[in-house]
């Protein structure tokens, strides 16, 4: 690929972004009234029309949890309640952003995608310069990705259309304190 510019695609998985998963309570009644479904796909499918690679990062643990922290507010419940078991449909891409062969998959055991994963390789050998962002949620990964992708000099997209909390107030929230570092557009508006 020639271009210089990745579409990332952050935990859109099944435990979290599927109506049978156990986000399906939170994330999806937001994300269907927002139409961050929609927005995501065409995001996905003017990515794809550009030659723009397009990347999932997905959160996950061995079966054993072994990279899971006890005492993380956020993960401490995942391995209670058999959440984010990597290998399970829980950690699957939902099916409509599903990845393509040769799609990069990238899996992270805390919220930063760069943290740990093999992200930040990737990137620097792709000769990537831009990152184009998505998914939930706002407050969690994408926070994470577009700080700490603005503090390795990327160019930081946020498409907010395409992103969603677990409540409103949480992703509008986390959207303000965004806009210092990214710029942000939505799926119709971007140019790839």
């Known amino acids: 690929m020639a271009s210089d510019t990745i579409l990332l695609v952050m935990d859109m998985m099944n435990d979290l972004v599927h109506p049978d998963g156990v986000g399906g309570k939170s994330y999806v009644p937001i994300m269907q009234e927002r139409g961050v479904y929609e927005a995501t796909e065409l995001a996905i499918s003017k990515a794809r029309k550009a030659g723009v690679m397009v990347g999932y990062v997905r959160v996950g643990f061995s079966p054993d949890y072994a990279e899971c922290p006890g005492d993380s507010p956020v993960f401490s419940k995942a391995r209670d309640n058999g959440l984010f078991k990597l290998g399970s449909w829980g950690t ?90 990214a710029q942000v557009t939505t799926a119709a508006d971007i140019s790839f």
């Open 92 to 181: 699957e891409v939902f099916s409509r952003f599903a990845p393509q062969q040769g799609d990069p998959d990238i899996i992270k055991h805390r919220v930063s995608p760069f943290y740990a994963t093999k992200l930040e390789p990737l990137l620097r050998a792709q000769g990537i310069k831009r990152l184009v962002l998505s998914g939930v949620s706002t407050n969690g990964v994408v926070s994470a990705a577009v700080r700490e992708g603005h503090d390795r000099d990327y160019a930081c997209v946020l498409l907010e259309d395409c992103c969603a909390g677990a409540t409103r107030e949480e992703h509008e929230h986390a959207m303000s304190g965004l806009r210092r570092y």
